[in-house]
């Protein structure tokens, strides 16, 4: 015979010639002949590689001693050791030692998606756990249809969702619930007498029902887009290029009104349209410079003849006025003298005759 001692938080198992015998604690113990002991540390989960796990669970004894914890195919047990996340044990047999250590079991059932488990939150960042959950990101701006095997479910606001990873599909499509702005640029369109021009427009717009716009709508961004250049088109092709030119204002306004109920069908509303740029492309603008050119010409010599006229009918009523009065006369013509005296560098005069006299005779002509 031979004495053991099994120190605290050990177990020990007793095996004749191979075979399991019985389970001894903490203390003292004889072993009887070819009798031996294994002995585990009760702070771990119990393996053994020597022993077929159905023939230990034969003794109730040992079986007291243990957390056995039965994992199906379609399940998770996480498990949590001294109220801190351990480890999530997928399908298979697991052994636990009590006493030593306290340990909590949460069962989780994998044929369904939601988490409806109470899971610390601690668990969500550890790897063997979070390979089996799927994540979502909605952001606050955003909302989402979820569908379910292609079927959809609900409408899922800003925030993260968790669901269990199995054979369901799941898929999230988003929408951006902000104002959004539809650039519509470079298009080239023909007015009602075959000019051509080049229209740089936009639209503001916001998502109004999202389930309408992922769901009833593929594409509802160029759906939106394309309807907003028919409205374009229809516009621009029932005027002539003057016409369009003149009224380019209202454009943006017809085109915000011929698309409004469209857009109602796609989920969305507009809520402005308008106007960057209207370009002539090629020859037209050259034509239409040079038709610029002619008109500001013709608007000149209609001013220069006015003014010429204007001008004339002046001398006539001042003629009329000097052939009235000689004083004026005079005066008009020392005006002329001085003008005159302006342009001269230097006046020499002589002789016995007055200054004013002598200019006279220099300046006018008899």
């Given at each position: 015979m031979k004495k053991v001692h099994i120190n605290a938080g050990k177990i020990g198992l007793v095996f004749k010639n191979g075979d399991y015998k019985r389970v001894i604690k903490e203390g003292g113990h004889w072993l009887r002949f070819r009798e031996s002991v294994s002995i585990y540390n009760t702070s771990l989960s119990f393996t053994s590689n020597t022993i077929d796990l159905d023939v230990l669970l034969q003794d109730e004894a040992l079986v007291k001693l243990w957390h056995v914890i039965d994992v199906l195919d379609?399940?998770?047990?996480?498990?949590?050791?001294?109220?801190k996340y351990s480890q999530t044990l997928t399908s298979g047999r697991y052994i636990f030692w009590k006493g030593l250590v306290e340990y909590q079991f949460t069962r989780a059932d994998l044929n369904?998606?939601?988490?409806?488990?109470?899971?610390?939150?601690?668990?969500?960042?550890?790897?063997?756990?979070?390979?089996?959950?799927?994540?979502?990101?909605?952001?606050?701006?955003?909302?989402?249809?979820?569908?379910?095997?292609?079927?959809?479910?609900?409408?899922?606001?800003?925030?993260?969702?968790?669901?269990?990873?199995?054979?369901?599909?799941?898929?999230?499509?988003?929408?951006?619930?902000?104002?959004?702005?539809?650039?519509?640029?470079g298009q080239e369109l023909l007015t009602k007498d075959k000019a051509t021009v080049r229209l740089n427009f936009y639209a503001q717009y916001k998502v109004m029902n999202v389930?309408?716009?992922?769901?009833?709508?593929?594409?509802?961004?160029?759906?939106?887009?394309?309807?907003?250049?028919?409205?374009?088109?229809?516009?621009?092709?029932?005027?002539?290029?003057?016409?369009?030119?003149?009224?380019?204002?209202?454009?943006?306004?017809?085109?915000?009104?011929?698309?409004?109920?469209?857009?109602?069908?796609?989920?969305?509303t507009i809520l402005s349209c308008g106007v960057r740029d209207?370009?002539?492309?090629?020859?037209?603008?050259d034509i239409m410079n040079r038709v610029l050119i002619a008109q500001k010409t013709a608007q000149a010599n209609v001013i220069t003849r006015r003014e010429e006229?204007?001008?004339?009918?002046?001398?006539?009523?001042?003629?009329?006025?000097?052939?009235?009065?000689?004083?004026?006369?005079?005066?008009?013509e020392m005006e002329y003298v001085e003008k005159i005296a302006d342009k001269v560098g230097e006046i020499t005069l002589s002789g016995n005759s007055g200054m004013v006299t002598q200019l006279t005779e220099l300046f006018t002509t008899k």
């Open positions: 379609h399940e998770l047990v996480i498990v949590y050791k001294n109220k369904k998606i939601d988490i409806t488990e109470s899971i610390d939150k601690a668990a969500f960042s550890k790897y063997d756990f979070i390979k089996h959950i799927r994540v979502f990101e909605v952001a606050a701006h955003e909302k989402a249809v979820m569908l379910v095997n292609d079927e959809y479910v609900k409408t899922l606001t800003g925030g993260t969702y968790r669901f269990w990873r199995n054979d369901i599909t799941i898929k999230i499509a988003k929408a951006d619930m902000r104002q959004l702005q539809l650039e519509i640029s389930e309408k716009a992922l769901l009833e709508t593929k594409d509802y961004e160029k759906q939106l887009y394309i309807s907003l250049q028919l409205a374009l088109r229809a516009y621009v092709g029932s005027y002539s290029l003057d016409e369009l030119l003149e009224s380019k204002e209202a454009l943006a306004q017809v085109v915000f009104e011929n698309s409004k109920a469209m857009a109602t069908k796609l989920g969305v209207v370009i002539l492309t090629g020859d037209m603008k006229t204007a001008s004339t009918r002046s001398l006539l009523n001042t003629a009329k006025l000097m052939e009235d009065n000689e004083m004026l006369y005079k005066l008009k």
